[in-house]
């Protein structure tokens, strides 16, 4: 049995990620929530995810991780 290999594309001009879990066809989706799609195949698994803005959601996340390490901004810019 051939074992699904993640694949993940970034459209830069969308600004959309998307991440592919499983080969075949997406027949149904939802949005799990604000700005990510969560699309599944035929017999109800989940087939791939789609994150619309995800500069801003990884430019906020990396923000956080800075904050929480406590690393100033003048260390980051010497």
Do not use: C, F, N
């Amino acid at each position: 049995m051939a074992k699904d290999k993640v694949k993940v594309w970034h459209d830069e001009e969308a600004d959309i990620l998307y991440i592919s879990l499983k080969e075949g066809p997406a027949v149904d989706s939802e949005e799990a929530e604000e700005g990510i799609r969560v699309e599944y195949g035929l017999q109800g698994e989940v087939v791939g995810v789609e994150i619309e803005g995800i500069s801003r959601l990884l430019a906020s996340s990396i923000i956080k991780i800075i904050e929480k390490a406590g690393i100033s901004e003048k260390a980051t810019t010497a």
